[in-house]
Protein backbone atom coordinates (compact mmCIF):
# COMPACT_ATOMS: atom_id res chain seq x y z
CA UNK A 1 0.00 0.00 0.00
CA UNK A 2 2.65 2.49 0.77
CA UNK A 3 4.96 1.73 -2.29
CA UNK A 4 1.17 1.97 -4.41
CA UNK A 5 0.82 5.23 -2.50
CA UNK A 6 4.55 6.56 -2.78
CA UNK A 7 4.32 5.92 -6.58
CA UNK A 8 1.11 7.58 -7.16
CA UNK A 9 2.60 10.77 -5.23
CA UNK A 10 6.05 10.61 -7.66
CA UNK A 11 3.52 10.58 -10.32
CA UNK A 12 1.83 13.30 -9.22
CA UNK A 13 5.07 15.64 -8.95
CA UNK A 14 5.81 14.67 -12.83
CA UNK A 15 2.52 15.57 -13.64
CA UNK A 16 2.45 18.91 -11.27
CA UNK A 17 6.18 19.34 -13.05
CA UNK A 18 4.51 18.77 -16.62
CA UNK A 19 1.72 21.19 -15.90
CA UNK A 20 4.25 24.34 -14.55
CA UNK A 21 6.11 23.35 -17.43
CA UNK A 22 2.72 23.90 -19.90
CA UNK A 23 1.72 26.97 -18.03
CA UNK A 24 5.15 28.84 -18.24
CA UNK A 25 6.81 28.07 -21.71
CA UNK A 26 4.10 26.09 -23.76
CA UNK A 27 1.57 28.32 -23.29
CA UNK A 28 3.63 31.20 -24.38
CA UNK A 29 5.60 29.56 -27.29
CA UNK A 30 1.56 28.92 -28.60
CA UNK A 31 0.81 32.80 -28.17
CA UNK A 32 4.02 33.97 -29.95
CA UNK A 33 2.55 31.73 -32.91
CA UNK A 34 -1.23 33.03 -32.75
CA UNK A 35 0.44 36.63 -33.05
CA UNK A 36 2.75 35.39 -35.90
CA UNK A 37 -0.30 33.91 -37.50
CA UNK A 38 -2.79 36.37 -36.87
CA UNK A 39 -0.07 39.46 -37.89
CA UNK A 40 0.34 37.98 -41.39
CA UNK A 41 -3.77 38.07 -41.03
CA UNK A 42 -3.72 41.40 -40.52
CA UNK A 43 -1.38 42.39 -43.25
CA UNK A 44 -3.93 40.74 -45.77
CA UNK A 45 -6.81 43.21 -44.21
CA UNK A 46 -4.64 46.49 -44.58
CA UNK A 47 -2.81 45.72 -47.79
CA UNK A 48 -0.19 48.34 -47.72
CA UNK A 49 0.69 50.26 -50.69
CA UNK A 50 4.28 50.97 -51.88
CA UNK A 51 4.60 52.57 -48.20
CA UNK A 52 3.67 51.88 -44.46
CA UNK A 53 2.19 54.97 -44.77
CA UNK A 54 0.87 54.88 -48.24
CA UNK A 55 -2.66 54.49 -49.85
CA UNK A 56 -4.05 51.43 -49.72
CA UNK A 57 -3.53 49.86 -53.24
CA UNK A 58 -6.14 49.40 -55.31
CA UNK A 59 -7.15 45.86 -57.17
CA UNK A 60 -9.18 44.83 -60.19
CA UNK A 61 -11.30 42.09 -59.85
CA UNK A 62 -12.96 40.52 -63.50
CA UNK A 63 -16.33 39.58 -62.62
CA UNK A 64 -17.33 36.40 -64.39
CA UNK A 65 -20.20 33.31 -63.63
CA UNK A 66 -20.26 30.21 -65.20
CA UNK A 67 -23.65 30.47 -66.37
CA UNK A 68 -24.43 33.73 -68.22
CA UNK A 69 -22.50 35.96 -69.65
CA UNK A 70 -25.82 38.55 -69.63
CA UNK A 71 -23.18 40.53 -66.87
CA UNK A 72 -19.88 41.38 -66.99
CA UNK A 73 -17.44 43.98 -65.55
CA UNK A 74 -14.99 45.30 -63.40
CA UNK A 75 -14.81 46.25 -59.76
CA UNK A 76 -12.07 47.93 -58.01
CA UNK A 77 -10.85 47.21 -54.53
CA UNK A 78 -8.89 49.49 -52.00
CA UNK A 79 -8.92 47.58 -48.93
CA UNK A 80 -12.27 46.91 -47.49
CA UNK A 81 -13.91 49.36 -49.76
CA UNK A 82 -15.06 49.56 -53.47
CA UNK A 83 -13.56 52.34 -55.10
CA UNK A 84 -14.90 51.74 -58.58
CA UNK A 85 -17.36 49.51 -60.47
CA UNK A 86 -17.44 49.08 -64.20
CA UNK A 87 -21.23 46.70 -64.81
CA UNK A 88 -22.54 45.82 -68.37
CA UNK A 89 -25.55 44.33 -68.43
CA UNK A 90 -27.37 42.65 -71.52
CA UNK A 91 -31.12 42.56 -71.04
CA UNK A 92 -32.86 39.70 -72.07
CA UNK A 93 -35.78 40.59 -73.64
CA UNK A 94 -33.89 42.62 -76.06
CA UNK A 95 -30.08 42.21 -75.72
CA UNK A 96 -30.35 46.41 -75.25
CA UNK A 97 -26.32 46.86 -73.54
CA UNK A 98 -27.14 48.83 -70.29
CA UNK A 99 -23.34 50.25 -69.37
CA UNK A 100 -23.20 51.84 -65.09
CA UNK A 101 -20.30 52.63 -63.48
CA UNK A 102 -19.66 54.04 -59.73
CA UNK A 103 -19.66 57.58 -59.78
CA UNK A 104 -16.15 59.21 -59.25
CA UNK A 105 -16.55 60.85 -55.73
CA UNK A 106 -18.12 58.01 -54.24
CA UNK A 107 -16.74 54.60 -52.34
CA UNK A 108 -18.64 51.81 -50.83
CA UNK A 109 -17.79 50.63 -47.36
CA UNK A 110 -17.69 46.43 -47.72
CA UNK A 111 -18.86 46.08 -43.69
CA UNK A 112 -17.99 42.44 -43.54
CA UNK A 113 -14.09 42.86 -44.64
CA UNK A 114 -13.94 46.27 -41.75
CA UNK A 115 -15.90 43.74 -39.02
CA UNK A 116 -13.43 40.81 -39.56
CA UNK A 117 -10.31 43.29 -39.47
CA UNK A 118 -12.00 44.63 -36.23
CA UNK A 119 -12.40 41.07 -34.77
CA UNK A 120 -8.63 40.05 -35.72
CA UNK A 121 -7.02 43.26 -34.46
CA UNK A 122 -9.43 42.26 -30.75
CA UNK A 123 -7.94 38.83 -30.68
CA UNK A 124 -4.32 40.57 -31.75
CA UNK A 125 -4.85 42.92 -28.45
CA UNK A 126 -5.77 40.33 -26.06
CA UNK A 127 -2.69 37.84 -27.47
CA UNK A 128 -0.29 40.77 -26.54
CA UNK A 129 -1.75 41.87 -23.25
CA UNK A 130 -0.32 38.63 -22.02
CA UNK A 131 3.48 38.84 -23.26
CA UNK A 132 6.71 36.48 -22.10
CA UNK A 133 6.63 38.00 -18.87
CA UNK A 134 3.20 37.28 -17.23
CA UNK A 135 2.47 34.33 -15.46
CA UNK A 136 -0.51 32.19 -15.79
CA UNK A 137 -1.45 30.88 -12.54
CA UNK A 138 -3.77 28.34 -13.57
CA UNK A 139 -4.86 26.40 -16.26
CA UNK A 140 -8.11 28.17 -16.37
CA UNK A 141 -7.17 31.69 -17.10
CA UNK A 142 -5.10 29.88 -20.32
CA UNK A 143 -8.76 28.56 -21.11
CA UNK A 144 -10.56 32.18 -20.60
CA UNK A 145 -8.12 33.44 -22.42
CA UNK A 146 -7.92 30.76 -25.43
CA UNK A 147 -12.48 31.30 -25.47
CA UNK A 148 -11.82 35.16 -25.76
CA UNK A 149 -9.38 34.92 -28.96
CA UNK A 150 -11.73 31.53 -30.05
CA UNK A 151 -14.74 34.00 -29.76
CA UNK A 152 -13.07 36.53 -32.20
CA UNK A 153 -11.70 34.51 -34.64
CA UNK A 154 -14.61 32.56 -35.29
CA UNK A 155 -16.61 36.04 -35.71
CA UNK A 156 -14.29 37.44 -38.09
CA UNK A 157 -14.72 33.93 -40.27
CA UNK A 158 -18.26 34.19 -39.66
CA UNK A 159 -18.34 37.69 -41.25
CA UNK A 160 -16.96 36.25 -44.19
CA UNK A 161 -18.55 33.04 -44.52
CA UNK A 162 -22.01 34.41 -43.91
CA UNK A 163 -23.43 37.15 -45.99
CA UNK A 164 -26.08 39.22 -44.19
CA UNK A 165 -30.21 38.27 -45.39
CA UNK A 166 -31.78 41.20 -46.69
CA UNK A 167 -35.34 41.97 -48.33
CA UNK A 168 -35.67 43.23 -51.39
CA UNK A 169 -36.72 46.83 -49.71
CA UNK A 170 -34.09 46.82 -47.89
CA UNK A 171 -31.73 46.62 -50.93
CA UNK A 172 -33.89 48.85 -52.60
CA UNK A 173 -33.23 51.41 -49.81
CA UNK A 174 -29.62 50.26 -49.70
CA UNK A 175 -26.91 53.42 -50.89
CA UNK A 176 -25.52 51.08 -53.02
CA UNK A 177 -28.28 51.92 -55.62
CA UNK A 178 -27.67 55.74 -55.29
CA UNK A 179 -23.22 55.00 -56.08
CA UNK A 180 -24.38 54.63 -59.90
CA UNK A 181 -23.73 57.19 -63.01
CA UNK A 182 -25.95 57.10 -64.81
CA UNK A 183 -29.03 56.49 -62.20
CA UNK A 184 -29.68 52.81 -62.44
CA UNK A 185 -33.02 52.30 -64.42
CA UNK A 186 -36.01 51.86 -61.97
CA UNK A 187 -36.14 48.12 -62.44
CA UNK A 188 -33.30 47.15 -61.41
CA UNK A 189 -31.47 46.70 -58.25
CA UNK A 190 -28.03 45.95 -57.28
CA UNK A 191 -26.75 44.25 -54.10
CA UNK A 192 -22.90 43.36 -53.48
CA UNK A 193 -21.41 41.10 -50.60
CA UNK A 194 -18.38 39.12 -49.64
CA UNK A 195 -19.10 35.02 -49.59
CA UNK A 196 -16.57 33.20 -48.29
CA UNK A 197 -13.30 33.99 -50.69
CA UNK A 198 -15.52 35.67 -53.05
CA UNK A 199 -17.10 38.80 -53.95
CA UNK A 200 -20.26 38.55 -55.25
CA UNK A 201 -22.24 41.22 -57.59
CA UNK A 202 -26.15 40.16 -58.45
CA UNK A 203 -28.19 42.36 -60.30
CA UNK A 204 -32.38 41.99 -59.92
CA UNK A 205 -34.28 42.73 -62.91
CA UNK A 206 -37.84 44.00 -61.68
CA UNK A 207 -41.40 43.88 -63.45
CA UNK A 208 -44.28 45.51 -61.92
CA UNK A 209 -47.69 43.72 -61.01
CA UNK A 210 -50.59 44.82 -62.23
CA UNK A 211 -53.17 46.08 -59.64
CA UNK A 212 -55.53 43.54 -61.48
CA UNK A 213 -52.95 40.98 -61.50
CA UNK A 214 -54.63 37.34 -60.71
CA UNK A 215 -51.31 36.55 -59.11
CA UNK A 216 -51.18 36.19 -55.13
CA UNK A 217 -48.73 38.61 -53.38
CA UNK A 218 -46.69 36.98 -50.92
CA UNK A 219 -43.70 39.58 -49.92
CA UNK A 220 -40.75 37.60 -50.17
CA UNK A 221 -38.44 37.44 -46.68
CA UNK A 222 -35.10 38.29 -46.32
CA UNK A 223 -32.52 36.59 -48.54
CA UNK A 224 -28.89 36.28 -49.35
CA UNK A 225 -29.84 35.38 -53.01
CA UNK A 226 -33.62 35.98 -53.95
CA UNK A 227 -34.70 33.58 -56.94
CA UNK A 228 -36.98 35.27 -59.78
CA UNK A 229 -40.63 35.43 -58.70
CA UNK A 230 -39.77 37.00 -55.41
CA UNK A 231 -42.70 40.00 -54.61
CA UNK A 232 -41.94 42.89 -52.69
CA UNK A 233 -43.62 46.29 -51.94
CA UNK A 234 -41.62 49.43 -52.54
CA UNK A 235 -43.49 53.08 -52.18
CA UNK A 236 -46.77 52.45 -53.66
CA UNK A 237 -45.91 49.88 -56.45
CA UNK A 238 -45.98 45.82 -55.70
CA UNK A 239 -42.95 44.25 -57.59
CA UNK A 240 -41.87 41.09 -58.59
CA UNK A 241 -38.26 39.69 -59.69
CA UNK A 242 -37.89 38.41 -62.94
CA UNK A 243 -34.73 37.55 -63.92
CA UNK A 244 -31.87 37.20 -61.20
CA UNK A 245 -27.76 37.63 -62.22
CA UNK A 246 -25.30 36.80 -59.91
CA UNK A 247 -21.21 37.20 -60.85
CA UNK A 248 -18.56 36.71 -59.12
CA UNK A 249 -14.22 36.77 -58.88
CA UNK A 250 -12.13 35.29 -56.43
CA UNK A 251 -10.35 37.54 -53.80
CA UNK A 252 -6.91 35.70 -52.85
CA UNK A 253 -5.71 37.29 -49.70
CA UNK A 254 -9.52 36.84 -48.45
CA UNK A 255 -8.77 33.26 -49.24
CA UNK A 256 -5.37 33.54 -47.15
CA UNK A 257 -6.89 35.38 -44.04
CA UNK A 258 -9.56 32.15 -43.57
CA UNK A 259 -6.91 29.68 -43.90
CA UNK A 260 -5.39 32.34 -41.02
CA UNK A 261 -8.32 31.94 -39.43
CA UNK A 262 -8.64 27.90 -39.51
CA UNK A 263 -5.10 27.49 -38.52
CA UNK A 264 -5.29 29.76 -35.49
CA UNK A 265 -8.70 28.19 -34.22
CA UNK A 266 -6.61 25.09 -34.31
CA UNK A 267 -4.19 26.17 -32.39
CA UNK A 268 -6.47 27.50 -29.48
CA UNK A 269 -8.30 24.40 -29.71
CA UNK A 270 -5.17 22.13 -29.17
CA UNK A 271 -3.70 24.08 -26.07
CA UNK A 272 -7.18 24.26 -24.23
CA UNK A 273 -6.92 19.99 -24.86
CA UNK A 274 -3.57 20.05 -23.62
CA UNK A 275 -4.78 22.32 -20.12
CA UNK A 276 -7.98 20.11 -20.18
CA UNK A 277 -5.80 17.10 -20.15
CA UNK A 278 -4.58 17.70 -16.88
CA UNK A 279 -7.30 18.97 -14.71
CA UNK A 280 -8.55 16.08 -14.93
CA UNK A 281 -5.98 14.34 -12.91
CA UNK A 282 -6.36 17.02 -9.76
CA UNK A 283 -10.69 17.39 -9.52
CA UNK A 284 -9.46 19.79 -6.77
CA UNK A 285 -7.26 21.82 -8.59
CA UNK A 286 -9.20 24.97 -9.94
CA UNK A 287 -9.17 24.46 -13.87
Not at 88 to 117: C, G, S, T, V, Y
Not at 131 to 136: A, G, H, L, T, V
Not at 227 to 253: D, T, Y
Amino acid sequence: MATAMAATAAERAVLEEEFRWLLHDEVHAVLRQLQDILKEASLRFTLPGSGTEGPTKQENFILGSCGTDQVKGVLTLQGDALSQADVNLKMPRNNQLLHFAFREDKQWKLQQIQDARNHVSQAMYLLTNRDNSYQFKTGAEVLKLMDAVMLQLTRARNRLTTPATLTLPEIAASGLTRMFAPALPSDLLVNVYINLNKLCLTVYQLHALQPNSTKNFRPAGGAVLHSPGAMFEWGSQRLEVSHVHKVECVIPWLNDALVYFTVSLQLCQQLKDKISVFSSYWSYRPF
